[in-house]
């Protein structure tokens, strides 16, 4: 079955960075264009970022872009996100998730504060 776990995310002062880590199982990675996904407390579910399957096409939410950097490892079946001069208005649990499937990983909280 499809698993995601993602990993990396820890507590961060404003302006750091972090590298957030998925690794996904359960299907042919190299098929299917990923995502990363952030819920913050009492707020909806966003996109952050989406990437092709085959690295073609990086799409990034206006709040994070020229800030985080999403690639893949298709021969290691993992995606990151490298989030450079990182906000309080960042604080979430990050997710990663496939296209074309519902189900979601645990995710990994990230907070930025002083």
């Known amino acids: 079955q499809v698993q995601l776990v993602e990993s990396g995310g820890g507590l961060v002062q404003p302006g750091g960075s972090l590298r957030l880590s998925c690794a996904a199982s359960?299907?042919?990675?190299?098929?299917?264009?990923m995502s990363w996904y952030r819920q913050a407390p009492g707020k909806e579910r966003e996109r952050v970022s989406t990437i092709g399957n085959e690295f073609d096409l990086t799409t990034y939410a206006d709040f994070v872009k020229g800030r985080f950097t999403m690639t893949r490892d298709n021969a290691r079946n993992m995606v990151y996100l490298q989030m450079n001069s990182l906000k309080p208005e960042d604080t979430a649990v990050y997710y990663c998730?496939?296209?074309?499937?519902?189900?979601w990983g645990q995710g990994t909280q990230v907070t930025v504060s002083s």
């Open positions: 359960g299907f042919v990675f190299s098929n299917y264009a």
């Open positions: 998730k496939r296209t074309n499937y519902d189900g």
